[in-house]
Structures are given as structure tokens and as C-alpha cells.
């Protein structure tokens, strides 16, 4: 009992703002999926050179926890729309990291494709679903707790997401349906994992009650999202008719 009241123990003022920040830092517009690119690309080359140290940089930069996450919350909250919101953010970003990996393998894989570090993430194992699961936990808890925040860096190397979209592009880049699927598999057990865990630690926090909360910070973003679209198109008009205008000069 000691251990569930300590972790329920959280003030009404950070669940709020954990609640808040998890739901932006999952917005699908253009700076969460260009570091998702960026990430996969720089894991793609990680991989392709055998280098861990360069894997966990790809890592370090990665936002995809957050819509995994967000996903999370959005199941203990059981509001479907946030359920859709969060899995077209994480799918949109898997196909995106996917494609990025797959071209970069194609223009920059040389020699021998399939490297170790590409194999690592192929074979899914009773441990690696233990790390997922004990990541998930630790990252939904430090998510929470303000002062703990400086650790999720260090969580998310843990949790190994990016990697494994980059041995699928590798794969493939290799017609090598071994590593396609290993690498899925082992995508699919790390998100699940952190899936459960989270759930487990969203509930014991109560997060249910900060539904409102999930759902305005998810419609501001949204529309905040709509507006930049808007203005990117306004820009693009703008530009087609200076250059129709410099035609006709």
C-alpha cells in the first residue's frame, strides 16, 4: 500500500501540467515529424556503419515516445478521439521514419547491408520485452514527476523504437525479408510494452480525471497546426503569383 500511495502521491498541478505537455509534444505538425526523420535517417546511418554510439544519438533526438504515450493516456481516459488523434500521429511517423530509412539504405548502403547493429533489433526476446516493459513504467512515472524530467533522454535510449524502423528500411533496402520482419516484430513487442506499462502507471495516477484537459490542449494544438498550414499555403499562393508576375514583366 506504501508503494501505491507514493506514486499516487502527485499534486493536481503536475498531473495537469504532465497531462498538458504529453498531448502538445504529440501534435503531428512539421517540427515532430522532421525530428522524427532526422532521427530514423541518423539511425539508418548507425546502423549501416555498425555504430552504437551513433544509434543512440538517433535515439536521443527521437519524439516518437510521446504519441506512444499519448496513446497510453488516451486509453485510461477512454476518449476514442484522442485514441485516433495519438495512433495516426504514431503511424504517420512510423511511415514517414520507414520511407527515410529505406531511401537512405538505398543511396548510402555499401558493401555488407546487414550489419549487427541491424540484426540486433531483429530477435525479440523475453528480456527485450522486459526492457520495454520496465521503460514503460519509468517513463510514464519521470513523465509525471517534474524534477525527474531531465532522465527521459536516458529512458528513451532504453526503449528501443527508432532502431528497429531503421532495420526495416535496411531490410527493405536488402530484400531481406528476415530482417523486415524481425525488425517489426521487435518494433511492434517494445510498443506494446510501453503501451501496458504506461497504462498501468496513468491509472494508478488517476489521469482519468484530466480528461478536459487532454481535450482542449489537443484542439488548440490542432487548430494551431491548421493555421500554419494555412499560412504555408498563403506563402506558396503568394510565391506562384510573384513569378506570374515576373513572366509577364
Do not use: C
Not at 477512454?78 to 495519438?86: K, Q, T
Not at 540486433?120 to 516493459?133: G, M, N, Y
Amino acid at each position: 500500500m506504501g508503494f501505491l500511495n507514493h506514486i499516487r502521491a502527485i499534486s493536481e498541478h503536475d498531473k495537469s501540467v504532465a497531462v498538458k505537455k504529453l498531448i502538445e509534444a504529440s501534435t503531428p505538425n512539421f517540427d515532430f515529424f522532421f525530428l522524427v526523420i532526422l532521427s530514423v535517417l541518423m539511425a539508418t546511418f548507425g546502423v549501416l556503419e555498425n555504430s552504437p554510439a551513433v544509434v543512440i544519438g538517433s535515439m536521443l533526438i527521437a519524439p516518437i515516445l510521446f504519441p506512444i504515450l499519448s496513446l497510453s493516456l488516451s486509453v485510461v481516459m477512454s476518449d476514442y478521439v484522442l485514441i485516433a488523434r495519438a495512433t495516426r500521429t504514431l503511424a504517420k511517423a512510423l511511415i514517414l521514419g520507414l520511407l527515410a530509412s529505406f531511401l537512405a539504405a538505398l543511396f548510402f548502403g555499401i558493401g555488407d547491408t546487414i550489419t549487427p547493429e541491424v540484426l540486433l533489433r531483429t530477435h525479440t526476446t523475453l528480456v527485450s520485452v522486459a526492457i520495454a516493459i520496465v521503460a514503460g513504467f519509468a517513463v510514464a512515472y519521470t513523465l509525471i514527476k517534474p524534477e525527474l524530467s531531465a532522465t527521459l533522454p536516458g529512458i528513451a535510449v532504453a526503449v528501443a523504437i527508432i532502431p528497429p524502423v531503421a532495420s526495416m528500411g535496411v531490410g527493405l533496402a536488402a530484400l531481406n525479408w528476415d530482417v523486415v520482419i524481425g525488425a517489426s516484430v521487435f518494433l511492434f513487442v517494445n510498443i506494446v510494452g510501453v503501451v501496458f506499462a504506461s497504462m498501468v502507471v496513468f491509472s494508478l495516477m488517476n489521469l482519468y480525471v484530466k480528461r478536459n484537459i487532454a481535450e482542449k490542449t489537443a484542439r488548440t494544438a490542432d487548430k494551431q497546426v491548421e493555421k500554419e498550414a494555412e499560412k504555408i499555403k498563403e506563402i506558396s499562393e503568394k510565391e506562384k503569383e510573384n513569378k506570374k508576375e515576373e513572366k509577364g514583366s
